[in-house]
């Protein structure tokens, strides 16, 4: 699969990364137009461009519908400038995450990778898990299949692997030995590879440990005192050895291959030393209807875990991302709080980088937050692609997508050391 660079929408010749450098002029007050990033002003996002418009939950910003505006209304190009665009800047901040001077300048992102599609009973693909061994220098990815009704999904006996020993990184299949059973988030930690696999009927759903190298896989977690976990999503480890990974429901609500529920969704704490094992969110209460990403700070004394309700497409359900203080015994999580509440569908996977910023994967591209909660921008995909989750490989950021592996260079490196 050859690298291409990412066109986001090549309908205007002048504007995108398949056009020339030239900046656009920009006819909409506190919009301006750049080669390939669009800058929005305060006074544009508070106010939409047109007096009749909404938005479904599922969809991106640049899908809002305008009900009365005619199409060279002051709000379609608005929203034409913003899906033509590979970033879009809401902060004078995200130009230095950019390494860039400002929206003048021009910025890639690169497809390196398009996904085959899955089977027929599939209503979509979901890629996730994506986790870096530096011992084969290479990124790992989960693939997962969404059934349609009336259908379950199959446990895939592969993974993903992008190897990047190479001039351009090759995206191949894998097959860990035993396979597998319904792979989600994962994470790194002293030579192995942690996954977080959602189980099946007849496999209950744990923690599995892959040897990066040899892929043999072994379940180091799953049961709490006979208790099958619900579908663990995704895992986190401090460099202490101690674990937090989420359980909630979707095996049993999206993909159709759990049994039963027997115990409420939440967060879990596993002490990898000494086997203890205890709910610390969630436990019938609180705010984690269905909780999934985790991702820990450069410091390893902040938590942040996204919660996503009962369905993408509830507007009342969450679609947040939760901040919570971990105690140096890392037994209590405390100082709780809304660290941001998403626009586009729900936050998947998220990372944090080494200087405190954080990243949500959702509808559309990748979100940008400061270390206070402030939106500083977005990293698009593909338009009509999802961002699922994402990997840092020194500076460069890899977004795996439903459809698409990206990679994009930035101006700082991942939290993770190893």
């Given at each position: ?353 080494s200087e405190g910023r954080v990243y949500g994967a959702v509808t559309g591209g990748v979100h940008v ?50």
């Amino acid at each position: 699969m050859s690298t291409r660079i990412l066109n986001i929408l090549a309908l205007i010749p002048a504007f995108g990364q398949f056009g020339s450098a030239s900046v656009l002029p920009s006819h909409t007050p506190g919009l301006l137009v750049g080669p390939s990033i669009v800058q929005i002003n305060p006074a544009l996002q508070n106010v939409f461009p047109a007096e009749n418009f909404n938005r479904n939950i599922t969809t991106s910003w640049w899908d809002t519908d305008v009900v009365d505006g005619p199409p060279s209304s002051s709000a379609s190009k608005f929203l034409a400038s913003l899906k033509q665009a590979n970033f879009i800047a809401l902060d004078d901040r995200f130009y230095e995450l950019l390494g860039v001077k400002d929206y003048t300048s021009r910025k890639d992102i690169e497809v390196i990778f398009d996904f085959p599609e899955g089977p027929s009973f599939a209503k979509r693909l979901v890629h996730d898990g994506t986790v870096y061994s530096p011992e084969c220098n290479c990124i790992f990815y989960a693939e997962l299949h969404p059934p349609k009704q009336g259908y379950s999904a199959d446990a895939m006996p592969w993974v993903w692997r992008t190897n990047l020993n190479h001039t351009r990184p090759v995206t191949e299949k894998v097959y860990p030995s035993p396979p597998l059973t319904m792979a989600n988030g994962a994470y790194y930690h002293n030579g192995s590879v942690y996954w977080a696999q959602e189980g099946s009927w007849t496999v209950p759903g744990g923690i599995v440990r892959m040897d990066p190298l040899d892929l043999k896989t072994e379940v180091v977690l799953n049961n709490f005192f006979g208790h099958r976990f619900n579908s663990p999503n995704d895992i986190v480890i401090k460099r202490d050895g101690v674990a937090f990974f989420t359980d909630g429901y979707y095996g049993y609500d999206n993909f159709n291959d759990t049994l039963e529920p027997e115990l409420a969704n939440g967060v879990w704490r596993w002490d990898m030393h000494t086997g203890s094992l205890r709910m610390v969110l969630g436990a019938g209460g609180g705010p984690f209807t269905n909780p999934n990403g985790v991702a820990l700070n450069l410091d390893e004394d902040e938590l942040f875990i996204t919660n996503r309700g009962n369905a993408s497409d509830n507007p009342a359900g969450g679609r947040t991302i939760y901040q919570y203080h971990i105690s140096s015994t890392d037994t209590v999580l405390s100082d709780d709080r809304v660290f941001t509440y998403v626009d586009a569908g729900f936050p998947d996977g998220i990372k944090t980088d080494s200087e405190g910023r954080v990243y949500g994967a959702v509808t559309g591209g990748v979100h940008v937050f400061d270390a206070d909660g402030t939106f500083l921008g977005i990293i698009k995909v593909v338009t009509g692609d999802v961002a699922v989750n994402m990997q840092w490989v020194e500076d460069t950021l890899y977004i795996v997508g439903r459809e698409h592996l990206y990679s994009v260079q930035l101006n700082t490196t991942g939290s993770q050391l190893y």
